[in-house]
């Protein structure tokens, strides 16, 4: 079964940082698109930043981009968000995902692609 378990929210002030964590396991990590949604409270679910394994190409929500970096363990099977300079409309449950082909990083966020979601983990940002 694929699995996705996300880990790593808190509590924190703003201007914090924070490293957001999913463990992937149920598929062989090399040709795959992984990422990251978020939820804020009361709001539409979006997303947040995706890579492609395949060659590495990274992208990053507007509202994200110059604050936040995906990255990922191939070895461990995990994909991180490191998320710095954090502000309190960051505050929002962070949802990891995947889905099984890479060629589709370019419009994962926009929901492309995505064939399998994990548990939120939950991050608030206070001011």
């Known amino acids: 079964e694929v699995q996705l378990q996300a880990s790593g929210g808190g509590l924190l002030q703003a201007g914090g940082s924070l490293r957001l964590s999913c463990a992937a396991s149920?598929?062989?990590?090399?040709?795959?698109?992984i990422g990251w949604f978020r939820q804020a409270p009361g709001k539409e679910r979006e997303g947040v930043s995706c890579?492609?394994?395949?060659?590495?190409?990274?992208y990053y929500a507007d509202s994200v981009k110059n604050r936040f970096t995906i990255s990922s363990d191939n070895a461990k099977n995990t994909v991180y968000l490191r998320m710095n300079s954090l502000k309190p409309e960051d505050t929002a449950v962070y949802y990891c995902?995947?889905?099984?082909?890479?060629?589709?990083?370019?419009?994962?966020?926009?929901?492309?692609?995505?064939?399998?979601w994990g548990k939120g983990t939950l991050v608030t940002v206070s001011s």
């Open positions: 890579m492609s394994v395949s060659d590495g190409s990274t």
């Open positions: 149920g598929f062989t990590f090399d040709d795959y698109t």
């Open positions: 995902a995947v889905g099984m082909r890479s060629d589709t990083a370019p419009v994962f966020l926009d929901y492309y692609g995505v064939d399998y």
